[in-house]
């Protein structure tokens, strides 16, 4: 058959709505790296993204690149960001080194905070209006690997939110390992 005649044939069967030769299908997810989990998804990597933790709603899920394995953003309470990443194991502290690079090269103001914030390296980020846009990064080391999170948030009057924040996403790695 010409490769004309298989072109006719194909539109001719897609219209009519007629099944073709099945061929290898790969669901989406797969495409992206991750499968569909009880709670939410997991990536291949091994990360678990649940829908929600704490009081924070995933709404995106990030590839792998060069500095994490995988990774999920999540939104809270009055546009609370969070983001949690894997990273190869050992990994974690030159992670949060080059955050820390990073952001004193772009000019932003290391500050020192208190509670939950106290053990993260935090910027502000934004000191032009009443309040303080502040970024947190944590790492945490486990068993099989490394994990960051970061947290955009603004002070004082999301300063609460920080420490269940933490809490509730150290006890969603807590249950990775």
Request: glycine content about 10%.
């Amino acid at each position: 058959m010409s490769d004309i005649g298989f072109k006719a044939g194909l539109l001719i069967a897609v219209a009519m709505g007629l099944s073709l030769p099945a061929s290898a299908q790969v669901p989406p997810e797969q495409d992206a790296g991750w499968q569909s989990d009880v709670e939410g998804l997991r990536h291949f990597t091994g990360l678990r993204c649940p829908d929600m933790i704490g009081p924070f709603y995933r709404i995106k899920v990030m590839e792998g690149d060069q500095v994490s394995l995988a990774g999920c953003i999540y939104t809270g309470r009055d546009g609370i960001t969070a983001v949690l990443r894997k990273h190869v194991e050992g990994t974690g502290r030159r992670e949060a080194l080059t955050f820390s690079r990073n952001y004193k090269a772009a000019g932003f103001e290391p500050i020192k905070l208190t509670g939950a914030a106290a053990s993260g390296i935090s910027f502000r980020t934004r000191s032009w209006t009443p309040t303080s846009l502040c970024e947190t990064l944590w790492y945490f080391s486990g068993a099989k690997a490394d994990y960051t999170l970061w947290l955009s948030y603004t002070l004082p009057t999301q300063e609460v939110d920080i420490g269940p924040a933490v809490t509730s996403f150290t006890q969603a790695l807590a249950n990775q390992n």
